[in-house]
């Protein structure tokens, strides 16, 4: 009676266990553009966003998401996982770049604001998060660090441990109203040394924001469209401003190919063979969407060349998106969150997810991840078993001694469930209080 009473405990225990998986995969998270992702580790980290359906006063997020790409999911159902600690402050259109030290992140510029009161109660451009401890810092810096800026884009250069940042967008508070300008200054921060220093000026780019910035294995960075002279016109994204970080000087190259249309808030990504993917984005004035929402720079060749890849249209063909993030894992390009063009658009800002197969230009739906990007320490190794699968053998214990096994086991067994369902509910309010968060009208707007 006892051992059927412990087998049903271990059944089910383990019922509940694999519920609490799925359950932890199912977060639906918050509708949210202009968030901050970086991949590390085999995870792809989210930080902040803006969105009109925070549960909180301001429209910036704090919150820290993650998915694990070292496992298949489907896109319909993506395991996002919220990380317990958040961002001190809300943040959205801020670069996240890593550090020297293992496990540490840093987050440069953009909106930084008290989600409580919606203020701007934040002067520092840098902070930095360590995902062992979950602790924030501000680190301390030589040289002369940049002002407030956001709408930017960086690149990182792991063989110098130097990190760019040019131009992007800053409030100047000189009275009422405040002014938005448009900045053009190369800010470079070496994470080795924790120093600022300045790029040329000499040739640089108009003042612009809200581009993109693609370093290549040459050194020299591409920055592609966006909008400039403050911000109320856009770059000709045929016109691509170059900047080559081992001389420091900067020069204008007209791509040739295919005449692409201009664009702002769009994504890119460099591929194993030095082509740069552009996604979405949208125009100026008026927030249209633009035509051919995917294209390719092939930056082999001199001058480069812009080509329009042949897409299958299926059904998950993705919707024209701005304000995203894009990721490059594996040979699959991840684009994430972002608004539906143009943003009127009645439809609720859902968190979209679409996965670019770059090897044959295909929208997938299920991600398997690759053999070289599994982390094998993760694989589960059952530990040697000592005892062997003969026949039970008479056992010399007294029955006092296997009634208390039995009583001990039962006892543990209680307490694992006990903990399994606490977590499970844990889960189950996490999940009912992001339903809940997302209405059924209204979209966001920059």
Do not use: C
């Not at 966003?49 to 429209?59: I, Y």
């Not at 999911?73 to 959205?92: A, D, K, Q, R």
């Not at 130097?162 to 190369?186: C, E, H, R």
């Not at 070496?190 to 108009?206: C, E, F, M, R, V």
């Amino acid at each position: 009676m006892l051992r059927m009473n412990i087998n049903n405990l271990i059944k089910i225990f383990f019922l509940l266990v694999i519920l609490s998986i799925e359950i932890g995969q199912s977060l639906i998270p918050l509708d949210r553009y202009s968030t901050s992702s970086i991949l590390i580790d085999k995870k792809l980290f989210f930080f902040g966003g803006e969105t009109v359906h925070n549960l909180k006063p301001s429209t910036t997020l704090d919150q820290i998401l993650y998915l694990d790409v070292s496992k298949p999911f489907n896109t319909v159902n993506p395991p996002f996982e919220e990380l317990p600690n958040t961002i001190p402050f809300g943040s959205s259109y801020a670069i996240a770049f890593p550090s020297s030290q293992k496990n540490v992140i840093y987050l440069f510029g953009g909106i930084t604001v008290n989600v409580n009161t919606d203020l701007d109660d934040f002067k520092s451009i840098l902070h930095s998060y360590n995902l062992e401890t979950n602790q924030w810092t501000i680190p301390t810096t030589s040289g002369i660090a940049p002002g407030r800026r956001r709408e930017i884009s960086g690149v990182i250069n792991n063989n110098t441990g130097k990190f760019y940042a040019f131009g992007g967008l800053s409030d100047q508070f000189t009275g009422t109203p405040n002014n938005t300008i448009a900045l053009n200054d190369m800010n470079i921060f070496d994470i080795n040394t924790l120093a600022w220093s300045k790029g040329s000026t000499i040739n640089a780019p108009l003042p612009r924001a809200d581009y993109t910035a693609t370093l290549l294995s040459n050194g020299i960075i591409v920055f592609i469209g966006g909008r400039e002279t403050n911000a109320f016109r856009d770059v000709d994204i045929n016109q691509l401003a170059l900047y080559d970080t081992k001389v420091d000087k900067w020069s204008l190259m007209t791509a040739r190919g295919v005449t692409m249309e201009n664009r702002f808030l769009h994504s890119a990504v460099l591929t194993p063979d030095e082509r740069i993917i552009i996604f979405g984005g949208r125009k100026v004035p008026n927030d249209d969407p633009v035509l051919n929402q995917l294209a390719v720079l092939n930056t082999k060749m001199t001058p480069y060349e812009w080509s329009i890849p042949q897409v299958p249209a299926i059904d998950n063909m993705p919707l024209t998106t701005s304000a995203h993030s894009a990721t490059l894992v594996g040979n699959y390009m991840f684009i994430n969150f972002g608004q539906i063009t143009p943003i009127t658009n009645p439809q609720i800002q859902l968190p979209f997810f679409y996965i670019l197969d770059i090897r044959n230009f295909t929208w997938i739906i299920q991600f398997e991840p690759e053999k070289s990007t599994i982390d094998t320490t993760s694989v589960n190794k059952s530990p040697s078993n000592s005892t062997s699968n003969s026949p039970d053998l008479p056992v010399e214990k007294s029955d006092n001694g296997k009634q208390i096994g039995i009583i001990l086991g039962t006892v543990g067994l209680s307490i694992g469930i006990g903990i399994v369902v606490g977590f499970l509910g844990y889960k189950y309010y996490k999940k009912q209080k992001y339903k809940h968060a997302i209405p059924t009208a209204g979209s966001p707007t920059i």
